[in-house]
């Protein structure tokens, strides 16, 4: 009697191929580098243990209804010991990730609920999340009961998938690779989801995705992926698990991946709102300061809130400050490693608060974009607010421009 012959070992290639086709069926994702992406992330959650970082994965939308929720059921099909919440609390999921069944994938639909301006009381489920992205995180804990209680260290490494709408908190989305979900156009069409019949199949592709990855566990743990040109750092840290599954795969994967992999570093970057720190100063350098040396502090405050497009007239229900400017700028240093602070400007008239240049310098340097390539000609709503100096304090103390194309104070300031 004939002994069956062994079966041919898995290609990689191919299981991702099939997963990739999984969630095509069941979900529009906005680009192919998504698609790519998820494939990976799903593969990476069997890897998990052989990398120092997983990213997370979050679908975002700014509405309802744009399948967010739907990608993450695909997600849960496909990934080893699922635990899908809309509500849990840190310490059940420390103790979850603590326990002997092996490192969950976590699931959390309706994320934004967690980092809602009213969810305070979650700051330590956002600690857990953000611990949890490199293999050395964890919470340490008092553990027993009355005076008997023992130090504890929960690890909270974990692959974790997330949905919500609007954005999450930069210390997340910088561990995150973003999928910016939207609603299907009438054209787009995807196939009805049954639960009953489909998670057979899911549970099947699952399982292959499994038995694959523990075909390449130590070629995996071993792997140090190249990076595309100009990733680095943080970003490095998110894709080197996923390049590193692709490049194990084979086929077109290790292209597709560093494609994908440029494609959604790039509108991460595009879509990331500037701090409000970053985006005062850089307010400061193109549309207040303009060319001027320095700027009395009333000036400055006139510049801002004349800005339709900035959010200086409604910070915490009301318009900044001096005291505001004051306490956001002392966050950066001037090139002497001082906090910016409001200094004296001598003028004819009197002796009034301001800010220099050269303090701000090395700020602008270091934390804002480029500037416009005619800063000056981009200044050109600000111009007729800072140039009105009768509506602040004294006309001589304002820096005006002459025009839109010259920042030259028409008042020269003693030094």
């Given at each position: 009697?004939?002994?069956?012959?062994?079966?041919?070992?898995?290609?990689?290639?191919?299981?991702?191929?099939?997963?990739?086709?999984?969630?095509?069926?069941?979900?529009?994702?906005?680009?192919?580098?998504?698609?790519v992406a998820v494939t990976l992330w799903d593969a990476h959650a069997h890897l998990v243990e052989c990398f120092e970082t997983t990213p997370r994965i979050a679908f975002l939308s700014p509405e309802p209804g744009s399948g967010k929720s739907r990608a993450l059921e695909i997600v849960e099909?496909?990934?080893?010991?699922p635990v899908s919440t809309v509500s849990a609390s840190a310490n059940a999921l420390y103790r979850l990730v603590d326990s002997a069944a092996g490192l969950p994938t976590v699931l959390f639909d309706e994320v934004d609920t967690i980092f809602g301006p009213k969810a305070g009381a979650d700051e330590a489920l956002r600690g857990f999340l953000n611990a949890g992205y490199r293999r050395i995180g964890g919470a340490l804990r008092c553990v027993g009961e009355g005076s008997n209680q023992n130090a504890q260290v929960f690890g909270s490494y974990c692959a974790v998938a997330m949905a919500g709408l609007g954005s999450l908190p930069d210390t997340v989305l910088t561990r995150s690779v973003i999928i910016r979900m939207r609603k299907r156009a009438p054209n787009e069409r995807v196939e009805p989801y049954r639960q009953r019949i489909h998670e057979k199949q899911g549970h099947e592709l699952r399982d292959q995705l499994a038995?694959?990855?523990?075909t390449v566990r130590d070629q995996v743990a071993d792997a140090w992926p190249e990076m595309p040109d100009g990733v680095t750092d943080r970003p490095a840290d998110v894709w080197e698990p996923l390049l590193a599954v692709a490049d194990a795969a084979g086929g077109d994967w290790p292209a597709?991946?560093?494609?994908?992999?440029?494609?959604?570093?790039?509108?991460?970057?595009?879509?990331?709102?500037?701090?409000?720190g970053v985006r005062l100063l850089t307010d400061l350098r193109d549309r207040v300061f303009c060319g001027a040396d320095r700027v009395p502090t009333a000036v400055v405050l006139e510049g801002l809130l004349?800005?339709?497009?900035?959010?200086?007239?409604?910070?915490?229900d009301k318009p900044i400050n001096s005291r505001t400017l004051?306490?956001?700028?002392?966050?950066?240093?001037t090139p002497a490693n001082k906090p910016i602070k409001p200094r004296g400007i001598r003028t004819p008239s009197g002796f009034p608060k301001g800010y220099y240049a050269e303090d701000l310098t090395d700020?602008?340097?270091?934390?804002?974009?480029?500037?416009?390539?005619?800063?000056?000609?981009?200044a050109t709503s600000a111009t007729p607010q800072v140039s009105r100096?009768?509506?602040?304090?004294d006309s001589p103390t304002a820096i005006r421009h002459t025009s839109a194309e010259s920042a030259t104070p028409l008042f020269p300031v003693a030094g």
């Open positions: 009697m004939n002994a069956t012959p062994p079966a041919p070992p898995l290609d990689g290639a191919t299981v991702l191929n099939d997963v990739e086709s999984f969630h095509r069926r069941f979900n529009v994702f906005p680009t192919e580098a998504a698609y099909l496909l990934t080893p010991r038995a694959w990855a523990d597709r991946a560093r494609t994908a992999c440029l494609e959604l570093i790039s509108a991460a970057h595009d879509n990331d709102e500037a701090s409000l004349a800005m339709d497009d900035g959010p200086w007239g409604d910070l915490d004051a306490r956001l700028l002392a966050q950066y240093v700020a602008w340097t270091r934390y804002c974009p480029p500037p416009p390539e005619e800063s000056a000609t981009s100096v009768e509506s602040v304090a």
